[in-house]
Each structure stands twice: as C-alpha cells, then as structure tokens.
C-alpha cells in the first residue's frame, strides 16, 4: 500500500451481518406487507425485487440485494399502481428496521473482532444501504456501537452506493484522506463505491449473496469474513 490504512469503512449487511439469515425473511415480510396481504402479488414483487420467492435464491445487485428503501419502492412501483413513491419508501423503510430488529445475525464475534482493529489504532465507519437507525440499531444490538467513529445510512445525506458520498462524509468525520481508507463490504456497489472516492484499499468479503467471481475484478483483496481482517492488518503506529 502506497499509503498506510488508517480507517475502515464497513457495509452492514454482508459483511457485518449474514446476509441471509438477516435478510431472507426481512424480504417476505416487507413484501407481504407492501402487497397488503395479497400473497401472490408479494411473491411477485419478491421476484421483481430480486428474491425468487421459489428458490430463496437472491440476485446479487439487486434492490432487495444492494439497493435503498428508495430503489425498492421504485421497483415495485409498476406492480402498485395506487401507491407513489414516498410513502411506499416509508413503508418498506418502516418494515426493514422493524422485521431487522428480529432477525439479525452477526458474522461471527462482531465485539472481538472490531475490539482488535480499535485497539490496534483504526478509525471504524459504517456505511449501510439500509437507514442509519437500523444501523445504530445492529451495532447498539451487538454491543460495538461505541467502536465507531461514524455511521451513516441512504437516508443521512451522503449520498447512496455506488456513490463516493459515504466514504468522503467518513474522511470528513476522522480528518483522513480516502487513501487511508478500506471500504469493505459483499457487493459491487462497495467497490464501486470505493473506486470512486479513491479510497486506498477496496476489500471484498464472501457473506453476502456475490460470489468470488463476481467481486474479484473490483477489489484489491477477497475475504472469506471480516475475521481475517485481523490477520491483515497491523497495529498503528
């Protein structure tokens, strides 16, 4: 690295959370919910959005996948003809933070692990397609909210991923240059985050739906797990 890391930048779902097991069952409520009920129409709006309703089987990139409240209601909009675009991004808003708080699982000892990149001298941010107060939420949830120098969501001003909104309000917070930054996270919108504001290191982890194959070419390293961030970063000077 030309430039030491200093920060990192981590996405929540994914990466934080197993995405799965967070997820799946978050998308059937939110889906049910949007449909009023009207079970064939949620599995319609699941497919639409990116989860086959079928298979379980979720579509890497997708709104449902890698996408903001916003980009979900904007999917599902050609579906619910009475609805308009605010208040269905308030609803399936309102879902994702409340189904969230039932269903989220961590990626292995979230504690343990972000304890040792704190104590060896690393600035930590969150940057969630989610809303910042799910976020707040999983971190506060799991007992490592105050590892955290900053944590935003689509909704705090930043800008969405792929964006380099988020990364450039973490610089701003911590006073670091985005090439002392590594944006980690399980999806394409990350990296292609990452390589838009120039952050310094762009890492790919393998606990979202994108395959190896799928992230390989945007990012500098490919991560079974967060857990190996211990291994490959240092303690700070």
């Known amino acids: 690295m030309a430039t030491p890391i200093r920060g990192l930048l981590l996405d929540k779902d994914g990466t934080l959370l197993d995405f799965e097991a967070t997820w799946k069952p978050i998308n059937r409520q939110v889906a049910e919910v949007a449909a009023g009920g009207d079970g064939p129409l949620a599995r319609e709006l699941m497919r639409l959005g990116g989860h086959d309703p079928d298979s379980d089987r979720l579509l890497p990139g997708s709104p449902l996948v890698a ?13 619910l003809p009475e609805q308009s675009l605010g208040p269905l991004t308030a609803l399936i808003d309102r879902v994702f933070t409340e189904a969230g708080a039932l269903s989220m699982a ?13 104590a060896r001298g690393y ?4 940057a969630t397609s989610d809303n910042e107060a799910s976020a707040w939420m999983a971190l506060h949830r799991f007992e490592v909210a105050g590892h955290f120098d900053f944590v935003c969501g689509w909704d705090s001003g930043h800008g969405s991923k792929p964006g380099p909104g988020m990364v450039q309000a973490f610089c701003a917070a911590t006073g ?15 990296l292609h985050m990452a390589h838009a504001a120039g952050a310094g290191l762009r890492i ?7 395959t190896r ?8 390293l490919v991560l079974d797990d967060i857990h190996a961030l211990t291994d490959l970063l240092p303690p700070l000077e």
């Open 176 to 190: 670091l240059s985005p090439a002392q930054v590594a944006v980690v996270g399980d999806s394409l919108h990350d």
């Open 106 to 118: 961590p990626v292995g000892d979230l504690p343990a692990i972000l304890g040792a990149l704190k």
């Open 123 to 126: 600035r930590l941010g969150l």
């Open 213 to 220: 194959q799928d992230l390989q070419d945007h990012a500098d």
């Open 204 to 210: 790919a982890v393998l606990t979202g739906p994108g």
């Open 67 to 79: 996408g903001t409240a916003e980009d979900v209601a904007r999917a599902w909009l050609p579906l």
